[in-house]
C-alpha cells in the first residue's frame, strides 16, 4: 500500500557540521514523490511537534536549501526531549491533525530511541505511518554502523588541531592535555593520532573510555615521554573512567546535570584542570597547559571532510527512498564495502536504539595508552581529502667552533 501524507523531518541532540545534509537530502527527495503532498521541518525537534512549530519546506528554493546543506549546525533546531506514552499521544495528535504519514528523525542513539517510541505508539493507534531514524553523531557509537555522519568531520577537526598544537608544544616545550568528546566512544579523541607525522610527533599518549584510567598509571606514561622528549601531547575522552566505572568527570562535579536521557552533563573544564594539577603537583612539570575542546568539534565552519558531506546527503536520500517505495520503518546504516566504498542499509530500530558502540580492541594499543595502525586505515577516508601535514627543517647543524 502506498501511504499519501504529509512528510516531516527533524533533527535532535547535538548539531554537527553535516546534519543539514541529510536534512536538505531528505527534503529535496522527498519533493520528488508525489505520495508526499507536503514537506515540513519541525522546529527544536520532537518539541516542535508538541507545539506545532513546523516550517512548510516544500516551499523552500533548491538554491537556499543548498546554502544551508554547507552551513554547520542544526538548521531547525535541536532538542534532547525523550518522548514517553503521553508525550507521543500529543505528537500524534498533531501529526493526524496535519495528515503526517513520513516521520525521519536525525540523530544519535537517543534519537533512535525516540523514533522507536514513536513507531511503537503509532502501531498501538493502528495510524498507517512510516518512521525512519536517520544516523548522526560525532561520537561515532551507532551499533549496526561503520561510522555515522558527522564523525568524520569532527575528527578532521581534532586531528587538525593536534597538529597545530604539536607544532607549538615542540616549539615551546611542556605538556598539553586536550580533553575531547567521547562519553562511552573513544572514536574522536583517537582521531588526534592522524596528526603524527613524525616519531616523536604528538599526540604521544591518548586515552578512551574503552580503558579504565588510572591515575597513577598515567603519571607514570607522561613521565616516561617527558624524560624522554622534555615535552607531552596528550589526548583524552571527556567520558574516561575510573577502576569503579563511573566516569572521572562525574566525581568532580557537585552537581550532575543530567539531560532527559539520563546522561550526565560531562562538559566543562574540570577533568583538564584536575589533569593539569595533578602533573603539576607530581611530577614537578611547571609548564602544563590543559584545554577542552568543547563545541569547536560539533560545528566548526571550514573544516568539513567531503566525505563526511557526501554520505549525510546520501544517507538522506536513501532513506526517503525506502519510505516511499517499500513503506519499511527502521534506522538507516552505513556499511562500509571495500576500499573505500559504502552502501545503506535499513535495519530495525531496537537495533539501534539507546544502544552504543565502542572502540574495538584491535583500535586500542596493548598498554592502552595509544591507537594502532588497524585505526589509522579505519579513520583516515572519512577525513576526507585536503588533510595537510606540518613541514619541519632538515637542514644538518653547523659544527660548532667555541668549547662551550
Known sequence: MKLEGKVLVAQGGGPTAVINQSLVGVVKEARKFTQATRVYGAINGVRGIINEDMLDLTQETSHNLEEVANTPSSAL?????????????????????????????????????????????AKKADYDFVAIHVPKTVDNDLTCNDHTPGFGSAARYVSNAFIGVNLDVKALPGVYIGVVMGRNAGFLTASSAIAQKYPDDGPHLIYVPERTFDIEKFHA???????????????????????????????????????????????????ADLLADSIKTNLGIKRVRADTFGYPQRSFFGCVSDVDAQEAREVGERAVQLAMWQNDSGSMTIKRTGNYSVNYELVPL???????????????????????????????????????????????????????
Open 77 to 121: 533546531f535541536s532538542t534532547r526531549d525523550k518522548p514517553d506514552e503521553k508525550y507521543c499521544a500529543e505528537m500524534f495528535k498533531v501529526m493526524k491533525a496535519h495528515d503526517v504519514r513520513y516521520f525521519f528523525y536525525i540523530g544519535g542513539n537517543d534519537s533512535a530511541d525516540t523514533v522507536r517510541i514513536v513507531n511503537e505508539e
Open 221 to 271: 606514561d607522561v613521565k616516561k615521554v617527558y624524560d624522554r622528549l622534555g615535552r607531552c601531547v596528550i589526548a583524552i575522552s571527556e567520558g574516561v573512567r575510573g577502576a569503579n566505572g563511573e566516569p572521572i568527570m562525574s566525581g568532580l562535579l557537585k552537581n550532575q546535570d543530567r539531560d532527559a536521557h539520563g546522561n550526565v552533563q560531562l562538559s566543562g573544564g574540570a577533568l
Open 350 to 404: 531496537e537495533d539501534v536504539a539507546a544502544k552504543t558502540r565502542v572502540m574495538p580492541d584491535e583500535f586500542i594499543n596493548a598498554e592502552g595508552n595509544h591507537v594502532t595502525d588497524a585505526f589509522r586505515l579505519y579513520l583516515r577516508p572519512l577525513l576526507g581529502s585536503g588533510i595537510g601535514s606540518a613541514g619541519r627543517l632538515r637542514a644538518p647543524f653547523v659544527n660548532k667552533l667555541l668549547n662551550r
